[in-house]
């Protein structure tokens, strides 16, 4: 498996006009406080935008992808099956109605982030640990 930094580079000099006009909405933690990073390499692949807090990766897709469905979705596969959130959007969504756009990342990250609040919040069971957990208030 080749290591995808270099390439990461390359694409972030060569990003689409679409993919600039998200990542000026993106970078700087401009949008909901939380941190993208812009071709990110992710194993294999390397992602258009990746917001670890929210284990998200958004996907800004031209014309190249047209006639390649197979090939993204595969890459989509793999992407999720590491616990990774990915929505994708065609450059003209993001020409035409950036708007709905970032109302579509927003939900996407308010959603991610929400489940990852409650897991990590999630209470031991009452049976884990040593005497079944702890008793209740008052009967001690």
């Not at 679409?18 to 401009?30: D, K, P, Q, S, T």
């Not at 020409?95 to 919040?121: F, Q, S």
Request: hydrophobic residues 35%; aromatic residues 8%; glycine residues 8%.
């Amino acid at each position: 498996m080749a290591h995808q930094t270099p390439t990461a580079r390359r694409l972030r000099r060569a990003m689409t006009p679409a993919e600039v006009i998200v990542w000026r909405e993106l970078r700087n933690r401009r949008f909901g406080g939380v941190k993208f990073r812009r071709q990110q390499p992710l194993d294999r692949y390397v992602a258009d935008f990746f917001c670890a807090e929210a284990r998200l990766v958004i996907e800004v897709d031209g014309d190249s992808h047209m006639g390649k469905e197979e090939r993204d979705a595969n890459r989509q596969r793999y992407i999720e099956s590491l616990g990774i959130r990915v929505i994708r959007f065609w450059n003209c969504e993001v020409y035409d109605e950036l708007p709905w756009v970032l109302d579509c990342i927003g939900h996407a990250l308010d959603t991610t982030l929400d489940t990852a609040k409650r897991k990590m919040n999630v209470l031991p069971s009452p049976l884990a640990g040593e005497g079944g957990g702890a008793s209740p208030p008052g009967e001690g």
